[in-house]
């Protein structure tokens, strides 16, 4: 199982691509380019801030099994083009990720965007500082994931 990893600036996706590749020893770095790993596919969010790039986002499906779609409660602008979930046929999963603490106004806004972006609901709201990157896992495999191995 591959995960296709998909956010802007500030959304945790390196902390969870980390997670997922279980790389302890020697964590993942932040690049410009598209990274293929075991667990992930980690696409740089510049992909997201540059709307001619959107279209090779969308071509990453094919190596992938699902995507993660985040969004930061503290974006203030939206991350995603509207619908852009839908043009996806695997299933993808909306995440609002932040640090410590939040407004509700801002989550509010944050699941918002997410839904504009085509995804039917909202999956997980994540605080990065606290060790519970494990729910990504119970999602993925609770939505009826047939091959769980991560």
């Not at 199982?1 to 996706?13: D, H, T």
């Not at 071509?59 to 939206?78: D, E, M």
């Not at 609901?121 to 994931?145: A, N, T, Y």
């Amino acid at each position: 199982m591959r995960i296709l990893l998909v956010g802007p600036r500030e959304s945790g996706k390196l902390k969870i691509a980390n997670y997922l590749e279980k790389t302890n020893a020697q964590p993942l770095k932040k690049v410009a380019n598209i990274m293929y790993y075991r667990r992930t596919i980690l696409v740089p969010d510049s992909y997201l801030e540059s709307p001619w790039m959107h279209k090779h986002v969308i071509a990453l499906q094919q190596t992938a099994s699902c995507g993660i779609f985040l969004q930061p409660v503290i974006a203030k602008r939206h991350s995603y083009p509207p619908n852009f979930a839908k043009v996806f046929r695997i299933p993808i999963y909306g995440i609002v990720t932040y640090h410590k603490s939040y407004e509700e106004s801002a989550l509010q806004q944050a699941k918002a965007q997410l839904l504009a972006c085509g995804l039917e609901q909202v999956d997980l709201v994540l605080d990065l500082e606290k060790e519970e990157l494990h729910q990504i896992e119970q999602i993925i495999l609770g939505r009826g994931r047939e091959n769980g191995e991560f």
